[in-house]
């Protein structure tokens, strides 16, 4: 006879990890390694490094467009469409705005991956360390509240992560972007180093450094365990590495954690909601509807790590209601959903070198150089909050003259190409203030195909944000000119939130349970055995890419709450 | 449009002595019309576009747009990522460059002299004889390049593409 108790037993986990992508594979990791059973669920399909990247080996000539997307799926997805790496080489590992749709009460672009490994298959690989010109920005400016951590409770767990990632980069000594454990960088070209040096001497507190990035330049024997080997600068890697050359969940964390025999990974899984146990004051599972079948299972665990991305981490906590929590799982403070914060990319500003005729480079390089914020670092310089980051890179291509016909024409295109002037170009990074008003919520009345109310987002730049693309414009166009960059063109892309792909927030952390709804250690102040360590998590932005701060944060919060559930307090 | 037979069998008869003196490895032109959903492009049309683009890169004693299927892939192009409108205003500058062709040599575009073809084509390009036709004109052969540019044999033999091109150097002299 079936056995109720018997089947709960079976699903019964000592963890639940809800989202496998960078930051839910390094919880499961780390809970799988301290021997917790650990159950992670993930709404997407299966992808298996290796196995399940179909176009990693395909030449140019195989794919039917030759990496454009067909019409009828730009014009069925408009949002993930405008995402740069949404081609025809990755477009498998976005997710379709048609089938998963949200309300854009102002128009915000969710960029989306939904499967094993999340968007670390997709990501730009950009891994710079937070300062505490970071943390202390929402206490020494007043805006959002203090964080309840500072740089020297996360460096020990940054340098953890970096050691196991494997972060390529150079010990540049600057007290605004902290170095890290590198491995070896990779050069900059001579256009990059000449700017590099300009701005070094011209300018005090302003740097051009190689921009960190998770790849491996050269492995070590933690990288050989994982069986990932050096990077080959293929530069496809939002394809999936044949070689792990860089870091995702799904060459790294994943099989890592599968390889302690504690891990049962199960995709296919929405979880719909955390439940909460009122009578144990403590949430004891999770409820989750089979992607294709639709049933609808629970399933058990002492600890509950959620990681579902930042946005969706809080329709998931906003989804999770119960009579102790009418408003969504730890929500005492009533700000579930709200402060949440992005990067504004919206400047660009690309120009021409004259110099350097007689050198070019060969090959390619999976990252360029980076100017780390300059702007209101040791005190408040300008009419606006915070600041911006830069990337910077320069190029030469080749040309060939096209405007023949027949043997001319083809002459031309069967010679080598004339090498063309170097352009350089730089893209803003900047820090947006998290403000009551911007935030995420449920509809009342729409679901999605598996039972999930809608979200709704309400999310725009402000004034401060607007200043900040015209400084950055501004001071570029001063540097470059100084630098005697010519032809020199700033662009306001206009481009609507999220297209930066670093939303954060909605379920910040702080001191002060009226105020935030995580303390210190990722914990949910009114809910103790459940953490969220994804983007949700963040109190403020900073300027940095940010999956590397999640990454420290979810080792950090495993390791104190396995302390914790050892000492009975969990 | 009806198919004309004396151009279907004179087309079969060029594409299969164009065969005969080319390598087999990169002949992969397809001799039979395909379909396109959203252009409806006949098979006398598509037969011209194989000409057009074998005059903008010929076959010499090397391959030309005509043994990488040139014309294929810019149609396949045009249906799968152009917007109605421009579907639209490339298939009537087709058509416009098709009648010009008749009124002006009387003979189908691959009968004519190889000069004759490049006055033609040149005469296409110019917007003042017709937005439609020169915006059909810039789009194939445009295509027809990237379509050879891109091709298998030319990122084999002229421009090699490496997928995994090894060192980065960061600074080579000219
Ligand atoms: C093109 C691109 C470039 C980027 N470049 C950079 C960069 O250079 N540097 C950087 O730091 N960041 C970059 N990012 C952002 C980076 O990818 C994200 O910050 C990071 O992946 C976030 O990790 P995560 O674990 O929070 O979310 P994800 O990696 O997105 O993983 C979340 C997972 O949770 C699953 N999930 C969601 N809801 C549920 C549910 N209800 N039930 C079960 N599972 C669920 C999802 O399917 C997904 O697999 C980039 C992103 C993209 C797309
Ligand atoms: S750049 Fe490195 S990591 Fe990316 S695909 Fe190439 S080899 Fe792999």
Not at chain 1, 251 to 277: H, R, Y
Not at chain 2, 27 to 52: G, I, W
Not at chain 2, 54 to 81: Q, W, Y
Request: charged content about 25%; some cysteine.
């Amino acid at each position: 006879m079936f056995n109720i108790n018997d089947s709960a037993k079976e699903r019964t986990y000592d963890a639940i990890v809800i989202g496998s992508g960078i930051s839910g594979g390094w919880a499961a990791k780390e809970l799988c390694e301290k021997g917790l059973k650990t159950l992670v669920l993930e709404r997407g399909r299966n992808v298996q490094h290796l196995k399940d990247y179909p176009t990693t080996n395909m030449m140019p000539w195989e794919f039917p467009h030759r990496g454009q997307v067909p019409l009828a799926v730009t014009e069925e997805n408009p949002v993930v469409s405008r995402c740069y790496a949404f081609r025809e080489d990755a477009m498998h590992f976005f997710v379709k705005d048609k089938e998963h749709p949200y309300e854009q009460e102002k128009p915000f672009d969710w960029i989306r991956g939904y499967q094993v490994g999340g968007k670390s298959l997709l990501w730009a690989r950009q891994t710079q360390r937070w300062s505490d010109f970071d943390f202390e920005g929402p206490a020494r400016d007043g805006f959002a509240v203090d964080w309840p951590i500072r740089y020297k409770d996360i460096a020990p767990w940054y340098s953890y992560v970096e050691k196991f990632a494997g972060i390529a980069g150079n010990k540049d000594g600057l007290p605004n972007l902290p170095d890290g454990e590198f491995l070896p960088a990779l050069p900059l070209n001579d256009v990059e180093n000449y700017f590099k040096d300009f701005v070094g001497k011209n300018y005090k507190d302003r740097h051009v450094i190689f921009g960190r990035c998770a790849h491996l330049t050269e492995p070590q024997e933690i990288h050989l365990q994982q069986n990932r080997a050096q990077c080959q600068n293929r530069v496809l890697c939002q394809r999936g590495c044949p070689f792990g050359g860089y870091f995702s969940s799904n060459a790294s964390t994943l099989p890592w954690a599968a390889k302690t025999g504690n891990m049962t990974l199960q995709p296919d899984s929405v979880v719909q909601e955390i439940i909460f146990d009122e009578k144990l004051n403590k949430a004891s599972g999770v409820r989750v509807t089979d992607a294709n079948t639709k049933a609808v299972t629970e399933y058990y665990a002492k600890v509950i790590f959620v990681n579902a991305a930042a946005l969706n981490t809080n329709l998931l906590l906003l989804n999770s209601t119960s009579q102790r929590f009418p408003n969504g799982l730890g929500n005492d403070s009533g700000v579930l959903g709200k402060y949440v914060a992005f990067h504004n990319y919206r400047a660009r500003i690309s120009a021409a070198c004259n110099d350097f005729k007689d050198v070019f480079t060969e090959g390619r390089r999976p990252s360029s150089a980076y100017l780390p914020r300059f702007r209101n670092v040791y005190k408040q310089e300008t009419d606006f909050l915070r600041g911006y980051a830069a990337g910077f890179s320069a190029g030469r291509g080749s040309r060939r003259d096209t405007s023949g016909l027949g043997q001319g024409l083809k002459d031309q295109l069967l010679k080598k190409g004339e090498l063309g002037g170097w352009h350089v170009g730089s893209h803003m990074m900047g820090e947006t203030i998290p403000k009551e008003s911007n935030t995420v919520s449920l509809d009342g009345s729409k679901k999605d195909a598996w039972g999930m109310p809608l979200l709704k987002v309400n999310i725009a730049y402000d004034d401060n944000d607007e200043k900040m693309v015209k400084d950055f414009h501004e001071q570029m166009t001063e540097m470059y000119t100084k630098a005697g960059f010519t032809d020199i063109k700033v662009t306001d892309s206009k481009q609507a939130p999220g297209l930066d792909i670093h939303e954060m927030g909605g379920v910040r952390m702080g001191h002060d349970p009226k105020t935030s709804m995580l303390n210190k250690w990722n914990q949910l102040h009114a809910c103790s055995n459940v953490f969220v360590t994804d983007g949700a998590c963040m109190t403020s932005t900073a300027t940095q890419n940010p999956s590397l701060t999640y990454m420290a944060l979810a080792a950090r919060a495993v390791d104190y709450a396995v302390a914790e559930m050892k000492k009975g307090n969990i | 449009m009806p198919i004309n037979r004396r151009t279907a069998i004179r087309q079969l008869f060029i594409i299969s002595a164009g065969a005969a003196i080319l390598p087999a490895c990169v002949n992969n032109t397809k001799t039979s019309a395909q379909t396109f959903s959203n252009l409806p492009v006949t098979a006398d049309e598509q037969a011209l576009l194989e000409e057009m683009a074998s005059s903008i890169i010929p076959t010499t004693d090397t391959p030309g747009a005509k043994e990488v299927g040139a014309h294929l892939f810019a149609l396949r192009m045009v249906n799968d990522c152009y917007k109605q409108q421009d579907r639209e205003k490339f298939l009537s500058g087709l058509r416009g460059f098709a009648g010009q062709v008749k009124q002006e040599q009387g003979k189908p575009f691959a009968e004519c002299t190889a000069a004759e073809k490049e006055a033609l084509l040149r005469k296409a390009g110019d917007k003042k004889n017709g937005e439609e036709t020169a915006y059909f004109f810039s789009t194939f052969k445009r295509l027809t390049i990237q379509a050879y540019t891109s091709s298998e044999y030319y990122l084999t033999k002229v421009d090699v593409y490496k997928l995994v091109p090894g060192k980065f150097i960061s600074s080579v002299k000219v």
